[in-house]
């Protein structure tokens, strides 16, 4: 459990998170324009009329997005509202140009209701943390204050972009349950597994350097074993797990002085100084209830049916945590294996493939993308399970690394033999693994007459090492079993070698 020491005693941190997702469609949510942003894209060539306000434009709600949201709902166990309304949040900024936010009300049901994900505490245990609600709204447009000394421009081509708005929620009716976040660990645990759903789904990018996933994170402490819940303080469109982590803990720290010295915490909305990790206040909230909210006279309510959220559930993949579960019951691998594998839905998929209907060769293929492939990322193509030559470079496949495994399972090959095949695979060598060991002669000789001839000659030119070995120097078999390995260029078989030098010393 974290907790922070202080002068009167342990306090413990209580975390809501409030994650923006930006939800990959080919339009955006209320109009036609291209959703597809990114920093590269000319600034406002992907804008329509609506996008900017323009006098007697109307929304029309992109069908995609509301499906995109259930499949995210349903992926975090959530309830699917089968009606829901669209409201405007008013609040005026330059990078809204209608002086208000098409969202959903926060005092009315979501698309997306109680739901939740079940991450590890930090005493190792399985803990659910609630989701109160996930609801559809605008994003922004950009402001651009670093191209003009005197000046500020706005981009427009964000505008209009769907958010998927992912709240935590806090059982404020049974204070003993403990389904919320209370330590820096648990927060950047909840909001991966947050950025493995929205991936596997197809939902989103969830990348946080590209700003396609950003967190408010809310703070607040209370000592241990209080059970009613303090001012918290919100920082606003942090994206990254290790500034989450800094500031939830010097956020902490800096509340638990305040209240030990006789203080209050104000409820304000705090800037995060990634230089320093400090904060600082930029507006203090006289009330929670900040924004004004009214709902949007020109959109109906969503329906939403059964059929529909029964037929979008059908094409939902499996989730990286029963990916993980079958990977360590099917195939026995360890935990650490298994989150490596499961980190995109690419990498998993390229993995079973791999190991094909061959259970007895996952943990070889394991091994090998996590400690030789994963090193060499411009030699394989996560996505492309064809052979060949891009860009120049060898591409390998799932079927070459599950014949390199085969190989040294049946003996073909040992270790040694497989890793300079896979050297020459990354050189760009053609061929399959075992066309390539067929023409630099790297197959393993496992004949136990040609290898007992081997051994017979060892044996032979040292006679010394054989008269202490039986007289009870046995590790001087390593010395045998090497010299046999040299003599025979590496290729005899290790275990055959092993064997027949203890048969011939007795």
């Not at 259930?70 to 309304?85: Q, T």
């Not at 204050?145 to 005197?150: I, L, R, T, V």
């Not at 800094?246 to 720290?253: F, K």
């Not at 996590?370 to 060499?376: D, G, K, N, P, T």
């Amino acid at each position: 459990m974290f907790t922070i020491k202080g002068k009167t005693g342990e306090w413990e941190v209580v975390v809501g998170l409030e994650t923006h997702i930006e939800v990959l469609s080919k339009s955006k949510l209320f109009s036609g324009a291209s959703a597809d942003y990114n920093p590269t894209v000319t600034p406002n060539t992907q804008v329509s009329m609506v996008d900017v306000a323009m006098p007697g434009m109307l929304p029309v709600l992109n069908e995609y997005c509301v499906e995109q949201a259930i499949k995210f709902g349903l992926g975090i166990n959530a309830e699917i509202a089968h009606s829901s309304r669209f409201a405007r949040k008013q609040y005026f900024y330059p990078d809204l140009p209608q002086g208000y936010q098409i969202t959903q009300a926060t005092t009315e049901p979501a698309v997306v209701n109680h739901g939740w994900i079940e991450i590890m505490s930090d005493d190792g245990k399985p803990k659910k943390i609630l989701i109160e609600r996930a609801h559809m709204e605008q994003d922004a447009a950009k402001n651009k204050h670093d191209m003009h000394p005197a000046k500020s421009f706005v981009d427009y081509n964000r505008s209009g972009v769907m958010l998927l708005e992912i709240v935590t929620a806090l059982d404020v009716k049974n204070p003993e349950n403990n389904s919320y976040i209370t330590s820096p660990d648990e927060a950047e645990r909840y909001l991966r597994q947050i950025r493995e759903i929205a991936r596997a789904l197809g939902v989103s990018k969830a990348n946080m350097e590209e700003g396609s996933m950003r967190a408010d994170v809310n703070v607040s402490v209370r000592p241990v074993g209080e059970k009613t819940f303090r001012t918290r303080t919100e920082t606003k469109n942090m994206v990254s797990f290790k500034f989450i982590k800094n500031h939830i803990e010097n956020e902490a720290r800096r509340q638990v002085e305040i209240y030990e010295n006789g203080g209050t915490v104000s409820q304000d909305t705090l800037r995060y100084h990634q230089d320093d990790g400090s904060s600082s206040v930029m507006r203090s909230k006289e009330d929670a209830l900040d924004y004004r909210y009214f709902p949007d006279p020109d959109l109906l309510p969503l329906i939403i049916t059964d059929e529909q959220i029964e037929r979008i559930r059908k094409t939902m993949p499996e989730l990286p945590t029963a990916t993980r579960a079958r990977y360590i019951e099917k195939f026995g691998l360890p935990e650490y294996d298994a989150a490596r594998l499961t980190e995109t839905v690419d990498i998993s998929h390229w993995f079973d493939t791999a190991v094909g209907d061959k259970p007895a060769r996952a943990k070889g293929v394991a091994n090998w993308m996590i400690s030789e492939l994963f090193a060499h990322p411009e030699n394989y193509d996560i996505t492309n399970e064809k052979s060949g030559i891009i860009d120049g470079m060898r591409i390998i496949t799932p079927s070459d690394l599950a014949e390199l495994v085969d190989m040294v399972a049946s003996n073909e090959i040992n270790g040694k033999q497989a890793k300079e095949i896979f050297i020459k695979m990354l050189d760009g060598e053609d061929g399959t693994p075992r066309a390539i060991a067929d023409k630099f002669g790297m197959k393993q000789i496992t004949d136990t007459g040609a290898i007992e001839k081997i051994i017979d000659e060892v044996i032979a030119n040292n006679p010394g090492q054989v008269e202490q070995y039986k007289s009870g120097k046995v590790g001087l078999l390593g010395f045998f079993v090497g010299n046999v390995m040299k003599a025979s260029g590496g290729k005899a078989n290790p275990a055959i070698v092993n064997e027949l030098i203890k048969k011939k010393l007795g």
